[in-house]
């Protein structure tokens, strides 16, 4: 069956330090990769995408991989702050324009 | 520019009754999309609608349905509600379907009592 793995346990991370998260998918053959930020009580804020023909995209602090063979995701938050305290979705765009999402996992950064 | 506006923000409906909830695209977006959030299965979702067609269906059942108005607005309706559609209803808009960024709104937190 299809499957989008994030990990469900928050990541802890001292403020400062490099956070990454990892975003793993099985039976999917996706054309892209998004990943965005959900705060409690709001909808979801979207931050990167990256194409199946690209390995990295960066934005700012943030650093996505896409490796298909692997099939996975790789989210990075360099020099994390407080603010930066969520949780972050990925999601896959396969199919006729379908967009599938992980479950998310949840970020602490730490003062 | 204003960004989704999906009303209403909170509501309490009794098992049996029917919703209707609402979304106001960002101006110029003509896909919007519709997805069940809940703790357990996360988002899942619902349909898509571009220039008043519903171009993709989640696996949801029949009491899940939807529509698109010209001016891009889009309703879902769930009828015959049941405990378990107790969820967040996101509604989200893009400029065109495919590899773009979707804008979601703040969602509708729906309680079924």
């Known amino acids: 069956s299809q499957k989008i793995e994030q990990n469900s346990e928050a990541l802890n991370i001292q403020e400062g330090k490099t956070a990454t998260l990892t975003c793993n998918y099985t039976n999917y053959s996706p054309a892209y990769l998004q990943w965005y930020r959900q705060d409690p009580g709001r909808g979801p804020v979207f931050l990167l995408l990256?194409?199946?023909?690209?390995k990295e995209k960066r934005k700012e602090r943030l650093k996505v991989t896409f490796d298909t063979t692997l099939k996975q995701s790789l989210f990075h938050i360099t020099a994390s702050q407080p603010a930066d305290s969520a949780t972050y979705l990925c999601?896959?765009?396969?199919?006729?324009?379908?967009?599938?999402f992980g479950k998310g996992n949840q970020v602490v950064v730490i003062p | 520019k204003a960004g989704v506006t999906q009303t209403p923000r909170y509501l309490i409906k009794t098992r049996g009754q029917q919703v209707t909830l609402s979304c106001s695209p960002i101006s110029g977006h003509r896909s919007v999309s519709w997805y069940q959030q809940t703790p357990g299965q996360g988002l899942q979702f619902l349909f898509e609608y571009f220039s008043e067609t519903q171009r993709n269906k989640g696996n949801f059942p029949g009491r899940f349905s939807g529509r698109q108005f010209s001016n891009s607005r889009s309703e879902m309706n769930v009828s015959t509600l049941e405990l378990g559609d107790s969820a967040l209803y996101l509604c989200a808009s893009s400029s065109r379907t495919g590899d773009t960024e979707a804008f979601f709104g703040q969602g509708t937190r729906l309680t079924v009592v």
């Open positions: 999601a896959l765009g396969y199919g006729n324009n379908r967009l599938a």
């Open positions: 990256i194409r199946e023909n690209e």
